[in-house]
């Protein structure tokens, strides 16, 4: 089972009926012990990194979202999840993310319209479990005003005034910037991927 965590935001039914379509079984759940026992661990979200921040904490969910990474369970942080993976965020000072990848989620700085909504292409530079060979991953759906920068965990990037981290890695843990759940074929064939991971 794959489990989607509740933590009161995110597309969570949208994921859970992506996995269900592609035939592997998820469930929605703020349990801890059904988090660091499932096979993999999706993190969706969407709003604002402090209040997920607050959620996942009073939910007492941090620690489980940290034992299943620590016992070598796939996580896949899409969005704003992907932004909780990170140690900080400039949209909300003095709240800790789960801090399992360095650094700081920056916000957008520049000409173009805030935030970035719309289809963007994925590049990879190297072969990955989750994108198949190198070059133009695909095209997916994107809403968000905070970026994490390209870094050493980068594994698919894409570009909005500036280049910027689509897709990370490190280890078992995965983040995607994009939606998957609403990128049509791509998406899906992402998720496929994940799961197909355990």
Not at 100 to 120: A, C, D, Q, S, Y
Not at 156 to 167: N, W
């Amino acid at each position: 089972m794959i489990a989607i965590v509740d933590y009161g935001m995110g597309n969570l039914r949208n994921v859970g009926r992506a996995f269900a379509e592609l035939g592997h079984a998820a469930s929605v759940t703020d349990q801890p012990e059904a988090i660091v026992s499932a096979r993999a661990v999706v993190l969706p979200g969407v709003g604002a990194f402090g209040e997920a921040v607050r959620r996942i904490d009073r939910l007492g969910l941090r620690k489980p979202i940290l034992d299943a990474i620590k016992l070598g369970r796939p996580l896949l942080g899409i969005c704003l999840g992907m932004q909780l993976l990170y140690e900080e965020s400039e949209e909300s000072p003095g709240f800790f993310g789960l801090g399992v990848l360095p650094g700081t989620v920056r916000r957008f700085e520049n000409e173009l319209k805030v935030p970035h909504i719309g289809w963007n292409d994925v590049i990879t530079e190297k072969a990955t479990a989750m994108f198949g060979v190198p070059g133009r991953a695909g095209c997916f759906y994107f809403v968000h005003s905070y970026f994490a920068p390209l870094s050493e965990f980068t594994i698919g990037q894409t570009e909005y005034g500036i280049s910027f981290s689509a897709a990370v890695r490190r280890g078992n843990i995965y983040g995607v910037q994009f939606h998957p759940e609403k990128s049509q074929e791509a998406g899906m064939t992402v998720l496929d991927r994940f799961a197909r991971l355990t």
